[in-house]
T-cell receptor
Framework: GEEVAQTPKHLVRGEGQKAKLYCAPI?????VFWYQQVLKNEFKFLIS????????ETGMPKERFSAKCLPNSPCSLEIQATKLEDSAVYFC???????????????FGSGTRLTVV | GNSVTQMEGPVTLSEEAFLTINCTYT??????LFWYVQYPGEGLQLLLK?????DKGSNKGFEATYRKETTSFHLEKGSVQVSDSAVYFC????????????FGTGTRLKVLA
């Protein structure tokens, strides 16, 4: 399809529980990006993939966050032992190529709202 | 470092008023510049873009011109509608490296009937 599909739309976890978010990029798109949107609308880059390979992980909190993009599966972002400060909307985006990113940007999903209580 | 600065909101306008949302950037090299819009509870939608100096992006009555000399990409619309109420984000992508976005902090626009 022509949309980036993120599931679930909403996720509630108790502090210390695991959270797993999914993203199905647009078919044929080789780049996938994850961003975290916190209060006051600030966007923080987390990680990007080129196909199944990590492209840039400089934004990932190493201790509790992990992500994968495996062939023929949705990409996933997992948070072990969630903390209150992980409450945010997590957006996934995809693009077909680096040239298209520069000329047209990426296509964003509608996000997963994670609430840690 | 690379950064995007947007005017603080919220901006409240009456319908049919003129809109300007300022955006300036600091970047090495020659970035591509974007405006995105986020409606309540939704993701980001690309509003317009410009990839080189003096390019003008336009869409749905919105316009922005890539000004290299002032490192700016201000968003304008001649006559806003209630349906334009949303949060607007200015962003850049550098043409070298990792292709991640650098976002401004967003400007909330509220248009009153």
């Amino acid at each position: 399809g022509e949309e980036v599909a993120q599931t679930p739309k909403h996720l509630v976890r108790g502090e210390g529980q695991k959270a797993k978010l999914y993203c199905a990029p647009i078919k044929g798109h080789s780049y996938v990006f994850w961003y975290q949107q916190v209060l006051k609308n600030e966007f923080k880059f987390l990680i990007s993939f080129q196909n199944e390979n990590v492209f840039d992980e400089t934004g990932m909190p190493k201790e509790r966050f992990s992500a994968k993009c495996l062939p023929n599966s949705p990409c996933s972002l997992e948070i072990q032992a969630t903390k209150l400060e992980d409450s945010a909307v997590y957006f996934c985006a995809s693009s077909q190529s680096d040239r298209l990113i520069l000329n047209y940007g990426y296509t964003f999903g509608s996000g997963t709202r994670l609430t840690v209580v | 470092g690379n950064s995007v600065t947007q005017m603080e909101g919220p901006v409240t306008l009456s319908e049919e008023a003129f809109l300007t949302i300022n955006c300036t950037y600091t970047a090495t090299g020659y970035p591509s510049l974007f405006w995105y819009v986020q409606y309540p509870g939704e993701g980001l939608q690309l509003l317009l873009k410009a990839t080189k100096a003096d390019d003008k992006g336009s869409n749905k009555g919105f316009e922005a011109t890539y000004r290299k000399e002032t490192t700016s990409f201000h968003l304008e619309k001649g006559s806003v509608q209630v349906s334009d109420s949303a949060v607007y984000f200015c962003a850049l992508v550098l043409n070298s490296g990792t292709y991640k976005y650098i976002f401004g902090t967003g400007t909330r626009l509220k248009v009153l009937a």
